[in-house]
């Protein structure tokens, strides 16, 4: 139950860490739109050696954030297979006949699965570095400031931000209460772990029910609290903590601004001076292209 | 010999930086019979030391018996979990939290269902165990538990655990967060079960003065060790590093240092209100040649605490700093005033806070 890597803090000291956290949201995002952009597999390598080395910077170890991938492996595989089956531009590959069915697993299919797979890896291993380095409150913090502009077309940012503050606070205590209540219900006999999936439902009742009853009278408790203290989420507030930004922060994003870039021109400039030479079922692109060219040059 | 621990450690999220060690090297034999009580600071280990024994825990390192149900780290042979439960009953902290089932009559019946019992012998356990938490079981039965007050509600909760008929039943702080009436009535209803359900009984508490009342066996958690264990009587040799740890002692213990202190001999078993003051009347009728027995005298803590202890014990006592000042004005008797005398010449002669005079005493 405690083993939820996404989104949980890892508690070093690093260069990453210190990074402001609207500088890091501002990177991630770049990182996760420039992600989409990304055409060749050289490209592919060189920002999975990027985060490598970003990870190395920040002091977590690999495994952790390599666990958040075992998350959405299912998501992954099933894609890619999506993606294998369903595309049928492109040469034939391997053609699958099931009686009237006609399925034509092409190059191309091939191609776009193997790179919406590393996509999908980058993108989730590019957040949880934002979310293991970033406490949830820099970060909700964060975000208020980033989303401040939308206090102008009325929409209460700041109420937003404490509901997101509050809701992320609540997580771990819930969880906390879930394991005692799952053992106090153990302990009463009650069979939670094994069974098929309807019988685990019903046996997760005796947990589910205390548990939204223990939430609601926390959220009462807290409201309550927030009322006595005279909190008013409308009123104008100081921060505890005040964002500056340091000359690191932006040396951080002018790299990443610098990445963006390089990633738009392998895909709208380098692969269209060259014409893409023909190499079976590997697709070639962009920079693919160039190194494909020097290798050729060199090798004569 | 009902349950046997053997060299048990465990570790928290072992491998990480919310690495915590939980329990360091336990060993520790609950006989049959016992009423055994458990202190120690939050964080020492106590609750985690209890879930193991109900299975709740896999051992990281070390074995645990229970009634010939044997638990260690290995995989295999996969120990009868249920046995094990339905042996070892166990009420966790705030137990009205686990609630859930829309009449207490279907509640209480979680556990025994789960038992696999016969529906006869459900209904019959269920109705038993509701009445003997003192409840009314035609009343209850088929209330909602939400509707019922915090001590009903924990009383409810506890019947759910004792209907399954366990040898062994563990409390974890079963008076936390209840009145002082409250409290009483959770406190008789455990003596109450310790002779009509569960022969034996460990409970978990903060309150010493509460664990004095009715345990015969005291084991202190510390930084996850067991550093005393021993029969209650004897614990309270040790009250200068009991409180040294930052644990509490009783208060008729305190009281007892402080007479020994000023001279007064005293045995050494006192622990209790009632061992106090069968002592103290003893000692008046050795000297006096009087016969009082205990129901012949009305002691009054207060009283008793304003005429024979200093201000600076007094304080320690009632849980204030010397500053403030205590709430009723000081009366004293001349008697008391020749004996205050006494004491005020060793005062001058070496000022010690009362931890140091409690040291003296044990010497």
């Known amino acids: ?300 | 010999m009902s349950i046997i621990v053997k060299n048990l450690s465990f570790t928290y999220s072992a491998k990480t930086p919310y690495e915590k060690k939980a329990l360091d090297n336990i060993n520790l034999e609950i006989n049959d019979g016992d009423f055994l009580g458990i202190i120690g600071h939050t964080g020492s280990g106590k609750s985690t030391f209890i879930q193991h024994i109900n299975g709740l825990i896999k051992p990281q390192e070390g074995e645990i018996e229970i009634f010939d149900i044997k638990l260690s780290s290995a995989r295999r042979p996969k120990a009868d979990l249920r046995a094990l439960r339905s042996q070892v009953g166990m009420v966790f902290q705030y137990p009205e939290y686990q609630l859930f089932a829309d009449t207490v009559e279907k509640d209480v019946a979680f556990g025994p269902k789960n038992l696999g019992l016969s529906s006869e012998e459900v209904a019959d356990r269920v109705r038993h165990a509701i009445e003997m938490v003192g409840l009314d079981y035609e009343m209850v039965k088929d209330r909602a538990p939400f509707e019922l007050s915090g001590g009903q509600k924990r009383r409810v909760a506890i019947a759910g655990i004792i209907a399954m008929q366990p040898k062994v039943l563990i409390l974890d702080e079963p008076t936390a967060g209840l009145d002082p009436f409250g409290k009483e009535q959770i406190l008789n209803l455990i003596k109450y079960l310790k002779t009509h359900c569960s022969p034996t009984i460990v409970v978990i508490s903060h309150d010493i003065d509460e664990i004095t009342r009715f345990a015969n066996r005291i084991v202190v958690f510390n930084d996850s060790k067991i550093v005393y264990d021993e029969p209650m009587q004897q614990l309270f040799k040790h009250s200068r590093q009991l409180q040294d740890m930052g644990l509490d002692i009783p208060r008729a213990v305190k009281i007892a240092n402080s007479l020994r202190y000023r001279g007064i001999e005293l045995s050494e078993d006192i622990v209790t209100a009632e061992d106090l003051l069968r002592e103290i009347i003893d000692k008046y009728n050795q000297k006096h040649g009087t016969e009082l027995d205990k129901d012949g005298c009305v002691f009054d803590m207060y009283d008793f605490s304003q005429k024979w202890l200093t201000s600076e014990e007094r304080a320690a006592l009632e849980g204030r700093t010397l500053e403030q000042k205590p709430q009723a004005k000081k009366q004293r008797s001349s008697k008391s005033k020749t004996l205050r005398e006494k004491t005020v010449k060793t005062k001058t002669v070496k000022k010690v806070n009362t931890k140091e005079k409690f040291e003296g005493s044990e010497k």
């Open chain 1, 1 to 300: 139950m405690r083993d939820i890597t996404f989104g949980q803090y890892y508690p070093v000291k690093s260069f990453i860490h210190g990074i402001d956290a609207r500088v890091k949201i501002i990177m991630t995002l770049l990182f996760m739109i420039s992600v989409f952009f990304i055409v060749s597999y050289t490209t592919f390598v060189f920002m999975f050696l990027a985060l490598t080395i970003i990870i190395a910077i920040s002091r977590v170890p690999y495994k952790i954030v390599l666990k958040s991938i075992k998350g959405i492996l299912f998501l992954l595989i099933f894609t890619a297979i999506i993606n294998i089956f369903f595309t049928s531009s492109g040469n034939v590959v391997i053609p699958i006949k099931l009686g009237k069915l006609v399925i034509n697993i092409t190059d191309q299919g091939i191609n776009f699965a193997i790179k919406m797979a590393l996509r999908f890896t980058l993108l989730v291993l590019g957040s949880s570095i934002l979310t293991l380095t970033t406490t949830p409150t820099e970060l909700t913090d964060a975000l208020e400031f980033l989303l401040k502009p939308l206090t102008y077309i009325k929409i209460p940012v700041h109420d937003l931000a404490i509901i997101m503050s509050i809701a992320l606070r609540f997580i771990p205590g819930l969880m906390e209460e879930t394991d005692k209540i799952m053992m106090a219900q153990k302990a009463r006999g009650a069979n939670i772990d094994s069974g098929n999936f309807f019988k685990k439902i019903k046996a997760m009742l005796p947990v589910l029910i205390p548990l939204f009853v223990s939430a609601f009278r926390r959220a009462d408790e807290l409201a309550d609290a927030l009322d006595a203290r005279c909190y008013n989420a409308s009123s104008k507030r100081t921060k505890m903590k005040v964002f500056r930004i340091q000359a690191t922060d932006i040396v951080a994003l002018l790299s990443f601004i610098l990445l963006t870039v390089f990633i738009f021109l392998d895909k709208y400039l380098v692969g269209s001076l060259f014409s893409a030479p023909d190499l079976g079922g590997l697709e070639v692109q962009g920079l693919d292209v160039c190194i494909y060219n020097l290798f050729r040059c060199i090798t004569g």
